[in-house]
C-alpha cells in the first residue's frame, strides 16, 4: 500500500511569489489533514478534508492560504502571496473513517521563503 | 484548550543508555487519545503508539515502553538501550474524543530532540 504522498519535498520561493503543495493520501482514506511546523517550534494543525468537503478550517492562519481537495482525492494547499514567516514544513496526514485510529503522516514538505 | 507539553528540548545520551521522553498533556474532554510519532531525519512522521483515556495500561514494545498516569496527566516514553538509530525527534500528540472540542485534529507538543552517540 502506498503511503502518503507530498511533494514538492523542498522549494525554496521569493517573498511575494506563490506556491502550491500537493498531498496524495492513502487511497480510500476520506480524512485528509494539513499541520505546519514553523521554526522548530510544536507542529501545529491547518485544516481537515472530509472526502471533498472542509470539516475544520480553524487552523489556517490567514488568507492568503487557500486548499482544496478535489473530488475527494488529492488535495493541494496555495500560498500567495508567501510571506517569510510562511516557511516551515507542511505535513499531510490521511486516515479511514475514524480519525481516532491514527494518522498516516508524508514526509512534509520544506517551505522556505526568502 | 488543549495543550502538551514537552519539557525536554533536546536529549543527548550514549548508545545503551535507557532514556525517558516527558510528556504532559491538559484537556477538558473526557474521552481523548494520546500518540507519539517519531521524525527520522529522513522527516515523515512515524506512528509509534496510541493510546485510549480509558485504557492505562502500560505498554512494551521490544525496546520501547510507554506508561500513561491519568492522575498526573502525563504519557511518558521509555526508550530501553537506546541506538543510534533511535536519533529523531519525538512528538507526543493529543486528540479529543468524538464530540470533544478538538475531534479530528491533533495537538502536538514542541518535540524533544533526542542523539543517541556511539
Known amino acids: 500500500e502506498a503511503g502518503v504522498t507530498q511533494f514538492p519535498s523542498h522549494s525554496v520561493i521569493e517573498k511575494g511569489q506563490t506556491v502550491t503543495l500537493r498531498c496524495d493520501p492513502i487511497s480510500g482514506h476520506d480524512n485528509l489533514y494539513w499541520y505546519r511546523r514553523v521554526m522548530g517550534k510544536e507542529i501545529k494543525f491547518l485544516l481537515h478534508f472530509v472526502k471533498e468537503s472542509k470539516q475544520d478550517e480553524s487552523g489556517m492562519p490567514n488568507n492568503r492560504f487557500l486548499a482544496e481537495r478535489t473530488g475527494g482525492t488529492y488535495s493541494t494547499l496555495k500560498v500567495q502571496p508567501a510571506e517569510l514567516e510562511d516557511s516551515g514544513v507542511y505535513f499531510c496526514?490521511?486516515?479511514?473513517?475514524?480519525?481516532?485510529?491514527?494518522?498516516?503522516f508524508g514526509s512534509g514538505t520544506r517551505l522556505t521563503v526568502v | 484548550a488543549q495543550k502538551v507539553t514537552q519539557a525536554q528540548t533536546e536529549i543527548s545520551v550514549v548508545e545503551k543508555e535507557d532514556v525517558t521522553l516527558d510528556c504532559v498533556y491538559e484537556t477538558r474532554d473526557t474521552t481523548y487519545y494520546l500518540f507519539w510519532y517519531k521524525q527520522p531525519p529522513s522527516g515523515e512522521l512515524v506512528f509509534l503508539i496510541r493510546?485510549?483515556?480509558?485504557?492505562?495500561q502500560n505498554e512494551i514494545s521490544g525496546r520501547y515502553s510507554w506508561n500513561f498516569q491519568k492522575s498526573t496527566s502525563s504519557f511518558n516514553f521509555t526508550i530501553t538501550a537506546s541506538q543510534v538509530v533511535d536519533s529523531a525527534v519525538y512528538f507526543c500528540a493529543l486528540k479529543g474524543g468524538a464530540g470533544g472540542t478538538s475531534y479530528g485534529k491533533l495537538t502536538f507538543g514542541q518535540g524533544t530532540i533526542l542523539t543517541v552517540h556511539p
Open positions: 493510546r485510549n483515556s480509558f485504557d492505562e
Open positions: 496526514a490521511s486516515s479511514q473513517v475514524s480519525p481516532n485510529y491514527g494518522y498516516t
